[in-house]
């Protein structure tokens, strides 16, 4: 299971920089990157940004080729009566959410790739999780 989540995730890293171009092409497979645990924002580019492009909504350069569309990040707190579920997208980061979503084949699980770029240092898997946590709250709709 691990090998297949970096496989995809390699994939997905390298369609990261493809989304900045707003360009559709084919993906390619790639290593996890370090990023700082610091920057939610790098780490959302580096990592999330393939799938659901740097604005949060969705169209990333490897959306179509998921087995269902990813979640328009802009709209959690609106689909959540007004609140951001900060809880639930932790959550899901950690360990995912079932079939067709992270953890799935087109989404890895990040928690233990996290833990993976950390040398198992849950307090930087958390700082990670937080980051990213809070990175996605400031993409919610106004």
Known sequence: MFRKS?????????????????????????????????????MYVQYCAACHCTDGKGGGPAASAMKAPPTDLTQLAKKHDGKYPADLVAGVLKFGKGPGSHGSA?????GPLFQSLDKYHDGVVQQRISNIVSYIESLQAK
């Open 106 to 110: 087109d989404m890895p699980l990040w």
């Open 6 to 42: 970096m496989l995809a995730l390699s994939a997905l890293l390298m369609a990261t920089g493809l989304c900045l171009a707003q360009q559709q092409t084919e993906v390619k497979k790639a290593p996890i990157k370090q990023t700082s645990a610091a920057s939610g924002k790098e």
